[in-house]
Every structure is written in structure tokens, then in C-alpha cells.
């Protein structure tokens, strides 16, 4: 008959393997994302290339990288979730938004996405068409939600019982993992918060689709200013 081990110890334990679990689904979807960005780029432009500027055309944007992003941030993670750790979809706020306060705020959020777009293509040397622009911002509003507001989240609440707490952890991973590249400042001033708001309408609405509306509307807004 084997001893179980005291409560402190097996906390301890519990914490430990909490956090080893987190920092991997932190590091190795990026390393994925790295990883996919150079292969697609290889096999389907014929040469190296991580400045998305520099793509020529939608599909070219969508197969570089946008598709990169879906499948590493997104679809791995989500099987990894869904198929080895047995989570239900509701646990990782696959669900649409029980209140209707919410679902008309995603609907009308997704919509200004759109109009964005469509100002946006009247804007003179443009990198990239609007419709590219738009369609590729509504695939990085899938893939960095999915990651950080569904399946982090979800790790986060293992150990962090504040929802205050966990969205605040939440938004510093945002914007000082998955911005690690741009300046201190407008990390800590502007996606910190953005990061704490997107995880508080995915806590609040119990569902990520809010979060990916708003992320959607918020990077056009940027790009379209």
C-alpha cells in the first residue's frame, strides 16, 4: 500500500508541473510558428522570406503566413487540448456567447473589421490590397486567441484562481512573448492592457470569440490610422 504524500508536498508538485506544462505551450507552438514560417516560405515561394511586405498577392500572404499561424498557434494546440488532454470545447471557450449583449458585440466588432477594410483600400501606397491585409488580421485574431485566450487561459486557471490575476499573467505573455521583438514601452502601455481586456471578455463571456472579434477590429484600427 503506498503512503500518500502530504498535501504541501503534493501541491508543490502539482504547481511545478503546472508551470513546466504552461512554458511548453508557450514555447513550442512559437517554435512551430518559426519553424512552418521558413518551411512554407521555402516550398512555396522558392526562397526565404519573414517580412510579410515582401509577399506578392493574397495566396501568397495566406500560404506564408497566415496558414503558419492557423496551424501552429491554433490547430496543434487546440488537438493537443481536444484529443490528448480531453478538454471539452465549452472548458476552452469554443462556444458561442451565451448573452446576447455579447453576441451582438462580436457581430458588430467583426463588422467594423469590415469597414475598416473598406477605408482602408482607399489609402494610397498600400503594401499589401486591403482584402490581404483584412483576411491575414482575421487569421492572427484566430491564431493568437485561440493560443492565449483559449488554451493559456486554460493552463492559467490551474494554478490561478483570480481572475484579475490570470488576465493581468494573461496580457504580460501577450505582449512580452508574443511581442518580445517591439519596444518595452507600447508593450507595457498598450497590449498589457489590450491583453488583460481580450482575457476578461473571454472570462466574462465564458466563450474566445469575442476576444478574436475585438483583437480583429483592433489590429485594422492600427493599420488603418
Known amino acids: ?17 503546472g508551470l513546466l506544462r504552461l512554458g511548453c505551450f508557450i514555447s513550442l507552438p512559437l517554435l512551430l510558428l518559426f519553424g512552418l514560417t521558413i518551411l512554407f516560405s521555402l516550398v512555396f515561394t522558392g526562397s ?21 499561424m492557423v496551424l501552429a498557434l491554433a490547430a496543434v494546440p487546440l488537438a493537443v487540448q ?10 476552452l471557450g469554443l462556444i458561442l456567447p451565451q448573452s446576447r449583449l455579447w453576441k451582438w458585440a462580436t457581430v458588430f466588432m467583426a463588422a467594423g473589421s469590415a469597414v475598416l477594410a473598406a477605408v482602408l483600400s482607399n489609402a494610397e501606397n498600400l503594401l499589401q490590397p486591403a482584402f490581404t491585409v ?8 484566430v491564431a493568437e486567441e485561440i493560443m492565449l485566450r483559449s488554451v493559456l487561459s486554460h493552463e492559467l486557471e490551474g494554478f490561478l484562481q483570480n481572475p484579475w490575476l490570470l488576465c493581468l499573467v494573461n ?26 481586456v481580450l482575457c476578461l471578455g473571454r472570462v466574462k463571456s465564458g466563450s474566445v470569440y469575442p476576444a478574436i472579434a475585438l483583437h480583429w477590429l483592433y489590429n485594422m484600427f492600427v493599420v488603418t490610422i
Open 48 to 68: 526565404l522570406n519573414t517580412n510579410i511586405n515582401d509577399a506578392e498577392g493574397f495566396f501568397t500572404v495566406f500560404l506564408t503566413f497566415s496558414l503558419p
Open 134 to 141: 483584412w483576411s491575414h488580421f482575421f487569421f492572427v485574431a
Open 82 to 91: 481536444l484529443g490528448l488532454r480531453k478538454r471539452g470545447a465549452a472548458e
Open 1 to 17: 500500500m503506498t503512503q500518500e504524500k502530504p498535501q504541501p508536498q503534493a501541491r508543490a508538485e502539482r504547481l511545478i508541473e
Open 171 to 196: 496580457g504580460i505573455i501577450f505582449a512580452f512573448v508574443y511581442h518580445s521583438n517591439d519596444a518595452f514601452l507600447p508593450n507595457l502601455l498598450v497590449r498589457v492592457p489590450l491583453g488583460f
